[in-house]
């Protein structure tokens, strides 16, 4: 406190000695006074408020060239990455026809009896026509069958179902199977080619697991696994040897679903399943 007092006194005394100066002079000194006084006295208080933001800096011409071709919009748009279509039951499968469609297997052929009989897509079967039976293939279809054993091929068109026989793919007319000199062996290996734009794997498919003479026998089956598969078709198919009554499981939209599928009742119920394309709106049973 003693040297606080001392000060003041001085101040004073300093004052009254300069009081003949000029009012002007007089001012500034007391300012500068009152100024010195306070910082003394207080502490400084940092400055809370943010920076200014800095100044970005000029972007390099190589790396604007890259960034704008990166977000400029192509003259062509890009082709997009192909999609697998998700299998669902009561829509089919959009997907665009794969070209060279082949597959390889066992082909048999048919004749008597089943010449002059009704084939699947309604027309009467002619076993010296150049036609054949697929389970799966569209009617109409045109593909190219060929011997894998001598080279011997043949064109025929899709009319019919089958064969619903294990480890064959395709059933060759007559005329057809004398083409790739498969009458003697009755079964060969060959090659099937689809011909033209058509995909084979889009369209609704259907799981044949079963074909009784006694249709109590298809309606007791039917009924069992319509609880767990539905729906159920029983189909009636006349053959020659007589009336069989085909039960098939399910409306499956695409050809991969259905066997995978028909996998699934393999495996659960021991079935040796048949995937076959559902042809609706035509005559029903067929000759094979």
């Not at 919009?73 to 829509?91: C, F, L």
């Not at 689809?194 to 084979?200: A, M, Q, R, S, T």
Request: glycine share 10%; hydrophobic share 35%.
């Amino acid at each position: 406190m003693g040297s606080r007092k001392g000060y003041s006194t001085r101040r004073i005394v300093s004052l009254s000695s300069f009081s003949s100066l000029p009012i002007f002079v007089l001012t500034v000194l007391s300012v500068l006074s009152v100024f010195s006084s306070g910082c003394a006295s207080r502490k400084p208080i940092a400055d809370q408020r943010q920076p200014p933001p800095s100044q970005p800096t000029e972007t390099p011409t190589k790396t604007a060239d890259r960034a704008k071709r990166s977000t400029d919009v192509p003259e062509a748009p890009a082709t997009p990455p192909a999609v697998a279509p998700t299998a669902k039951r009561g829509k089919p499968a959009a997907t665009p026809a794969p070209s060279g469609y082949t597959e390889e297997g066992n082909a048999s052929w048919y004749g008597v009896p089943f010449h002059g009989r009704r084939a699947s897509n309604g027309e009467t079967y002619d076993m010296y026509k150049l036609t054949a039976a697929h389970r799966t293939l569209p009617f109409e279809t045109m593909v190219r069958v060929t011997n894998l054993i001598n080279g011997k091929s043949t064109v025929v068109r899709i009319t019919d179902r089958g064969p619903f026989v294990d480890n064959r793919i395709i059933d060759l007319s007559f005329a057809a199977a004398q083409e790739v000199d498969s009458v003697g062996p009755g079964v060969v290996p060959v090659r099937v080619e689809v011909l033209g734009g058509v995909d084979p794997t889009a369209g609704f498919f259907t799981v044949q697991v079963g074909a009784f003479r006694d249709r109590a026998n298809a309606e007791r089956l039917r009924d069992r696994l319509n609880a767990l598969y539905p729906p159920i078709f029983i189909q009636q198919y006349d053959s020659p040897d007589g009336i069989f009554y085909r039960v098939r499981v399910g409306k499956i939209s695409g050809e991969d679903a259905a066997r995978q599928f028909g996998e699934e009742l393999h495996a659960r119920e021991g079935f040796t399943p048949f995937v076959t394309r559902l042809d609706e709106g035509l005559p029903g049973g067929g000759i094979r």
